[in-house]
């Protein structure tokens, strides 16, 4: 399995930025989704998480800005980051945990700064 993250950026606080995590390999249906984050001298965290039945959650610092969603045709989960804060800097993973094992993709940098 791999995971591929795309979509960080540079941008001015209050903005938006979509990131998008492609899965391949053998993929199966059962399986749970995750972005992390992980900011300079800080360790990683979790940020969103979407479940086979499509149920999300999310830490409280993101709550009512950050929404996670996917696209099984496309095998494509996304985080939509809006109301960006110079605090959500930092790269972003998305991971995929399925028969017993997690895969990560490469980590994308977000940088929310004027």
């Known amino acids: 399995v791999q995971l591929q993250a795309s979509g960080g950026g540079l941008v001015q606080p209050g903005g938006s930025l979509r990131l998008s995590c492609v899965a391949s390999g053998t993929l199966f249906a059962a399986a749970i989704t995750a972005w992390y984050r992980q900011a300079p001298g800080k360790e990683r965290e979790l940020v969103a998480t979407i479940i086979s039945n499509g149920g999300t959650c999310y830490a409280d610092s993101v709550k009512g800005r950050f929404s996670i969603s996917r696209e099984i045709t496309r095998n494509t989960v996304y985080l939509q980051m809006d109301s960006l804060k110079p605090e959500d800097t930092a790269v972003y993973y998305c991971?995929?945990?399925?028969?017993?094992?997690?895969?990560w993709g490469q980590g994308t940098q977000v940088t929310v700064s004027s």
């Open positions: 991971k995929r945990f399925q028969r017993g094992r997690d895969y």
